[in-house]
């Protein structure tokens, strides 16, 4: 992507997700030079999420010892249905009370600066397309999982977004029809099997019906602030329940990864998001087998499926890419 030398020097970059938010400033060239990580805390209502972005992105431009007149614009991935030239996230299904909310005019009247708004997982595949795949691959797939699972697709070399925007929304692809409800209220969606919410409530109930498992030895009964790496732990350390509860989330990323190439047709499906960051090990393998154990016969020829080495960054990264090519 061409870039005019008159663009900002610097960036910022924010990953709003439903568990934290995470913000990077960058350089135009996309070297991050400072971050920032606040917990998203969405039970406390829409506006305290603004104020914590904000205050999110005050500490990663003071992190990187700059002053946010110094910004020239800040890019942001919302977990959701966005309408990029509003500036609106439309729903979220994980972010309690998001609907239509006027997230670029409330953050720019709180910062003074530019905000841009697009779903995340589209930002994200942007991101890891720029910065990440070399080779500059024409059509990508991106699967990223978290605490839901945002899609994203790069199209003859340009993010793809649809006639209504919403294009990408994988996590939403019904993989079973009687699955477990989602959380934007239907049923056997993706992201309600292999989420990080969907591993951790497979984990919490089979410990209610008698389970054993490390992880009460590790976080108690209630399992506490039980997080991805703690399932690496529990895996690494024998855990077969455990082992059996990510291998059937990576079960279900395989088959989505599947239906996906069966359409698509892509040169590159690229994984992130935390759960693959903290459980690539674990997961990889299971994915590609189960991908071309579902996938028609041929459509799998020269695809690579990889996980993104920019883990839990790509999200920030697509941000800052986003920043860059709208600030004026
Ligand atoms: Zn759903």
């Not at 729903?91 to 779903?119: I, S």
């Not at 059509?139 to 945002?150: D, S, Y």
């Not at 925007?165 to 009687?178: F, K, L, R, S, W």
């Not at 998001?273 to 579902?294: C, K």
Request: aromatic share 4%; glycine share 14%.
């Amino acid at each position: 992507m061409a870039e005019s030398s008159n663009k900002a020097e610097y960036i910022v970059g924010v990953d709003l997700g439903g568990t934290k938010v995470l913000a990077g400033v960058f350089k135009n060239s996309l070297e991050c030079i400072g971050t920032a990580k606040v917990s998203t805390k969405a039970q406390r209502g829409v506006d305290k999420v603004i104020e914590r972005i904000a205050r999110c992105v005050q500490d990663a431009i003071d992190e990187a010892d700059l002053s946010m007149k110094q910004i020239g614009g800040i890019g942001i991935g919302a977990p959701g249905a966005v309408d990029f030239g509003a500036g609106t996230v439309i729903f979220a299904p994980n972010l309690e009370g998001w609907k239509d909310v006027p997230l670029k005019k409330e953050l720019e009247k709180q910062l003074g600066v530019p905000v841009f708004v697009e779903n995340d997982a589209n930002i994200a595949v942007l991101g890891v397309h720029v910065a990440e795949l070399k080779a500059k691959p024409k059509h990508v797939v991106g699967i990223f999982v978290g605490t839901g699972i945002g899609g994203g697709l790069i199209l003859n070399g340009e993010l793809f977004s649809g006639a209504n925007h919403t294009a990408g929304e994988i996590g939403h692809m019904v993989v079973d029809v009687n699955g477990p409800k989602c959380g934007c209220g239907n049923k056997g969606c993706f992201e309600a099997l292999a989420s990080r919410t969907a591993i951790f409530q497979q984990i919490k109930a089979g410990i209610k019906d008698g389970q054993k498992t490390l992880l009460t030895e590790m976080l108690g009964d209630d399992l506490g602030d039980l997080r991805s790496g703690d399932l690496r732990k529990a895996i690494r350390r024998g855990d077969k329940f455990v082992d059996r509860v990510v291998e059937g989330a990576a079960e279900y990323i395989g088959i989505a990864t599947a239906n996906l190439v069966n359409i698509i047709g892509p040169e590159v499906v690229v994984l992130g998001g935390g759960v693959i960051e903290a459980l690539a090990d674990e997961m990889m393998s299971v994915i590609v087998e189960t991908a071309n154990d579902y996938a028609m016969p041929g459509t799998m020829k020269d695809v690579d499926i990889i996980a993104s080495k920019l883990g839990d960054n790509a999200g920030i990264t697509g941000a800052a890419v986003l920043a860059r090519r709208e600030a004026k």
